[in-house]
């Protein structure tokens, strides 16, 4: 009987420790996404600005903040999505098309109505993945995808695979490449956007129901919450923040082509919001953390060009960086449960 006793207890005990292991897991994740992604972010730009004497000079570090414009407003949005339980691999394409239809009304109208016709492709592109997610139930992660699919086909049929030209165009280089205290308007524009929805998602009573959402679907639609409205309208500020992404490039670069974007970019802003400490399962996310995770990773492609690396690695590395953010996510979900 008490050699029982004594094995019950030993079993109880090795119960405990890993129970308290998993909690402590758990509980330094948590620390991590609250503020973790801002220590490797500093260690790697003390890093290169020892390792790479032009890494500090005010021109390549306004250069990172202009080449990432884009990405910042898209990946800003895209948080709101992952945190309400969806995810949109769509916004590549989304990027391509609206891009290339500003480029060509621009051509024969004013730069207002072309910035228009852009935004209103990707208003259009989200609205539409938000109703198939939420009302037809098909997954997001299928929804987006065929959705890249066939925005990128319109986005061939529109232009027959020609490049499109926005630099001649009246008023499109003003957009983007005027600069206010010699920082480009493209870097205003894409803080803007990042300190809005950072707000939207940390402050109002929207975001709160974004992060229920993705939380705890069931849960809020019982407290009174519209799960579906809120599912589509984060779909519908990601397609718009894709669109203007696209239209900064189609004026910075004075060219885009329907095949820009695409899987690479989507993939790009998936890794800036995961890595910035976004659940990928919803629920939890930060716009200002997706942010320098967007400019952790555009730091390690800086660096790679600065020191001369191999670029095939930085794919590879930006791959395992990707599976090791999702990997503690997913391992921190299982030891809180």
């Known amino acids: 009987m008490t050699d029982t006793l004594d094995h019950s207890d030993t ?49 390549n570090l306004i250069n990172i903040l202009d080449q990432q414009a884009a990405v910042l407003c898209i990946a800003a949005a895209g948080t709101l999505v992952l945190v309400a339980g969806g995810i949109d691999l769509s916004v590549g394409s989304t990027y391509a098309l609206a891009g290339v239809t500003a480029g060509q009304v621009g051509q024969h109208h004013s730069v207002v109505w072309a910035i228009l016709a852009g935004l209103v492709v990707g208003l259009v592109v989200g609205l539409i993945n938000g109703v198939i997610v939420t009302v037809f139930r098909i997954s997001p992660l299928i929804t987006t995808l065929a959705m890249s699919y066939i925005i990128y086909g319109l986005a061939l049929k529109v232009t027959n695979g020609n490049l499109v030209l926005t630099g001649s165009i009246p008023g499109f280089q003003t957009f983007t490449n005027s600069t206010f205290l010699t920082v480009p308007s493209a870097v205003w524009m894409a803080l803007a956007v990042v300190v809005v929805l950072a707000v939207v998602l940390s402050r109002t009573t929207f975001g709160r129901y974004v992060v229920a959402s993705g939380g705890n679907a069931e849960a809020a639609r019982l407290a009174g919450v519209r799960v579906n409205a809120i599912k589509i309208i984060t779909f519908v500020i990601s397609g718009g923040a894709a669109a203007l992404g696209g239209i900064i490039d189609a004026g910075r670069l004075g060219s885009i082509l329907s095949t820009s974007g695409g899987p690479s970019l989507s993939f790009l802003v998936l890794a800036g919001i995961v890595v910035g400490g976004t659940s990928i399962a919803g629920g939890e996310g930060s716009g200002w953390r997706t942010a320098l995770g967007v400019l952790f990773i555009a730091l390690i492609g800086n660096g790679f060009n600065l020191l001369g690396v191999d670029p095939n690695w930085q794919q590879i590395v930006l791959g395992l960086i990707l599976l090791v953010a999702v990997g503690l996510d997913m391992w921190a979900r299982r030891a809180r449960a």
């Open 11 to 59: 079993g109880q005990e090795i119960g405990d420790a890993g129970f308290s292991l998993k909690s402590g897991v758990s509980r330094l994740f948590g620390s991590w996404r609250t503020a973790g992604i801002l220590i490797p972010f500093l260690i790697l730009f003390v890093v290169l600005s020892i390792a790479s004497s032009p890494f500090l000079h005010t021109t």
